[in-house]
């Protein structure tokens, strides 16, 4: 028996399947930080980190560090440093060719979220370096933001996958990450090397 899909093609189509957003929701945008954001990002050590290349190729990636890790500068701008990783620079090369960010940030035990959208630069050194360094770190670059929007997200998406709830957590359901790396990305390397690297001295490198 055939089946088809129903696509949606246009924001008319949209807009009448799912409603209208209420007027609380569409007014909550705002265009300079306010002193819970600041506040929020104070306490934040995690965010996502959203890009895309000129192409539409997109990428999404985490950046965390001890709780205030994202320097504000002003009302308008904000500053995530980078740390060692693994050279891809995936969100890097699309902020070149791409300045368009968007930045959800998480507070471990909260279901609401911090979003900000802006403008984004890349810059290799300035003056502000100095308040960025984490474990004797200074970091090769970092990522200055001009804010366009900022709001909160409500929990709902938390409530519904109860992330924070530890009774659901279950971390051994996936092979380790040493096995994973074993079968899709070093089939070479001995699972013994691996389990090593991936074991407790990982952590060792985090800003070496």
């Excluded at 959203?50 to 320097?71: N, Q």
């Excluded at 790396?181 to 990982?202: I, T």
Aim: one cysteine or more; proline letters at 9%; hydrophobic letters at 40%.
């Amino acid at each position: 028996m055939e089946t088809t899909t129903a696509e949606i093609t246009s924001h008319e189509e949209l807009t009448e399947l799912l409603g209208p957003p209420t007027a609380r929701a569409a007014n909550k945008v705002r265009t300079r930080l306010e002193e819970t954001d600041r506040q929020w990002l104070a306490r934040s050590p995690f965010c996502l980190m959203a890009t895309a290349a000129a192409d539409g190729t997109c990428d999404v990636s985490p950046k965390g560090d001890p709780p205030g890790f994202t320097l504000v500068l002003d009302d308008t701008t904000v500053v995530v440093p980078e740390r060692p990783g693994n050279r891809r620079a995936d969100g890097f090369h699309n902020i070149l060719s791409n300045p368009h960010i968007g930045l959800l940030y998480l507070i471990p035990g909260r279901g609401d979220t911090l979003r900000i959208n802006g403008r984004a630069r890349l810059v290799r050194d300035a003056p502000f370096f100095d308040d960025l360094v984490v474990k004797g770190h200074r970091p090769q670059l970092a990522v200055v933001v001009d804010i366009e929007e900022v709001f909160f997200h409500c929990s709902k998406a938390f409530l519904r996958s109860a992330l924070w709830k530890p009774e659901t957590w279950t971390p051994d359901a996936m092979p380790s990450r040493a096995r994973i790396a074993k079968a899709l990305e070093l089939p070479e390397a001995p699972l013994e090397e691996l389990e090593r690297y991936y074991g407790p001295k990982y952590a060792e490198g985090l800003y070496g």
